[in-house]
């Protein structure tokens, strides 16, 4: 059975034939890696299921609504350090064969994306995928990934603390700064996909935007407060109620 270091070795010296049976094993172990979610993990050390509070997202925001600040923050350093840690992988795996790289990135990105939003370990519900793409940008290539997060702030304190507006800010311009940034122009199409994928995530935040409805961040216990407007404005959208879908943070 094949191990780590051997893994390593041979994809060090890639060929065409490879690529697929590479980018499984590589899109697998991300995926892997994103199941690891610090929101579930920290609500349960608080006792309790951070899925059937707040607004029912397991990801950064929704914590820091119901848990607090510190937590809040803490699942975010844990979100973007697996997602970084993923893509790097892919990285090291790849050695000097730009082709091997590009494709086990977009495979890692990918899967650590996806293993976030869809953990198999918590009955695939999971966050939005925000952090975790944060994370797998920095990876990737760090100036264009601080540009969109720069971008994310700015957008955060002109819209009133509301942290999907600024998601979003953040998510539409990335492939721009990929663009501007990243000498392999392939990785540009990766990011508009990735860009389509989080504005799904985000359509019932952006439906609740259109309405005026969206909430402010807050921080603190807020929880049946937060639950309770959320859920409000689901109602005024028939929509969301048949795709089960409520008001969701990263």
């Known amino acids: 059975m094949i191990n780590m270091i051997q893994f390593f070795e041979l994809t060090a010296h890639f060929h065409t034939q490879d690529f697929i049976k590479y980018g ?26 951070i899925r059937k509070e707040g607004s029912g997202n397991a990801g950064m925001t929704n914590t820091i609504r119901v848990l607090g600040l510190g937590w809040g923050i803490a699942v975010f350093v844990v979100d973007v350090l697996k997602a970084f840690i993923a893509v790097k992988i892919a990285f090291n795996v790849s050695g000097d064969n730009h082709d091997a790289e590009f494709i086990l990135c977009m ?19 999971g966050g939005k995928g925000v952090a975790a793409s944060l994370g797998a940008a920095l990876a990737l290539n760090w ?19 509301r942290m999907s507006i600024a998601s979003i800010g953040a998510v539409i311009t990335y ?7 990243v000498e392999d122009k ?4 990766f990011a508009i996909a990735a860009v389509l994928f989080l504005i799904v995530q985000h359509a019932a935040n952006i439906r609740r935007i259109a309405r005026g409805e969206e909430k402010a961040l807050t921080i603190g216990h807020g929880v049946k407060h937060d639950n309770a407007g959320e859920k409000a404005g689901d109602k005024n959208d028939d929509t969301d109620a048949k795709e089960g879908t409520e008001d969701k943070e990263q």
């Open 24 to 49: 499984i094993i590589v899109f697998l172990i991300a995926y892997a890696i994103g199941n690891i979610n610090p929101a579930i993990i920290f609500g349960w050390m608080n006792n309790i299921d």
């Open 107 to 125: 495979c890692a990105f990918a899967g650590v994306v996806l293993g976030h939003c869809f953990p198999a370990l918590y009955g695939f519900k």
């Open 186 to 189: 392939r990785f540009v199409f």
């Open 175 to 181: 492939p721009i700064f990929v663009f501007l940034f």
């Open 143 to 161: 100036q264009s990934a601080l540009a969109a997060a720069s971008v994310a702030a700015v957008v955060f304190l002109i819209s009133g603390r």
